[in-house]
């Protein structure tokens, strides 16, 4: 019953070769979440969507960018993977403020940079 | 910026033995914090959470205390098992806009051991 899934589970990328990493929901929450979580370390908000409102995260590098192209789906592009970018990547949904705090998160995709 | 500090980063307990993490936030407008289980390679799991206009809460072996006044919230759990080994994240949601951004703690490796 997985109501945030993420493809693919993992996911090998040449340094410096686009990735685009997925996402869907059968929650129909407003709300989309990618988070960064690298080894040993807590997840990092990289940016949001309300709705159709995108919202990046201040320090969200320019090489990460998002595309929300409906409610179920959610996308999100390393345009130049770095071995630093190496990590999981996990998405998640929720309902706005005021309707539910809590969050589901998907698997997570684990990006190896080679 | 809104900063969540967690301590300690690792706990071992004997089974049966409770464990306490403490986590403390430094934005005074949030208002609702969960606490968030991770096994290895897994999604972040939630166990518990607490909104600001309540105290303490408690589930079964779990429950999670909340101190506004000085800032930190607290996860207890009695009568560990091995299952409960994982790494545990706490998190804080200020108040910001329509949707539910969460800042994580940097995590808590907890080992019981049998």
């Known amino acids: 019953d997985a109501m945030v899934i993420q493809n693919p589970r993992y996911q090998v990328t040449q340094f410096g070769k686009p990735v685009t990493l997925s996402c869907s929901q059968t929650?129909?929450?407003?709300?989309m979440y990618w988070y960064q979580q690298k080894s040993s370390q807590a997840p990092k908000l990289l940016f949001h969507?309300?709705?159709?409102?995108?919202?990046n995260e201040a320090d969200t590098p320019d090489n990460f960018q998002s595309r929300r192209p409906n409610t179920s789906f959610c996308f999100l592009d390393i345009r130049s993977p770095g071995l630093g970018d190496a990590a999981m990547y996990l998405c998640?949904?929720?309902?706005?403020?005021?309707?539910?705090?809590?969050?589901?998160f998907g698997s997570g995709t684990r990006l190896t940079v080679v | 910026g809104e900063n969540v500090e967690q301590h300690p980063s690792t706990l071992s307990v004997q089974e049966g033995d409770s464990a306490v993490i403490k986590c403390t936030y430094s934005d005074s407008a949030s208002n609702y914090f969960p606490w968030y289980k991770q096994e290895l390679g897994k999604r972040p799991q939630l166990i518990i959470d607490i909104r600001s206009n309540v105290g303490e809460k408690k589930d079964q072996r779990i429950a999670v205390t909340l101190n506004k006044t000085a800032k930190h919230f607290s996860l207890h759990i009695t009568e560990t098992q091995p299952e409960d080994s994982a790494v545990y994240f706490c998190?804080?949601?200020?108040?910001?806009?329509?949707?539910?951004?969460?800042?994580f703690g940097a995590g808590t490796r907890l080992a019981v051991h049998p």
């Open positions: 929650l129909n929450h407003n709300v």
């Open positions: 998640a949904t929720s309902r706005p403020r005021g309707q539910g705090n809590g969050y589901t």
């Open positions: 969507y309300y709705d159709k409102d995108f919202n």
């Open positions: 998190a804080a949601s200020p108040v910001s806009g329509g949707y539910n951004k969460l800042i």
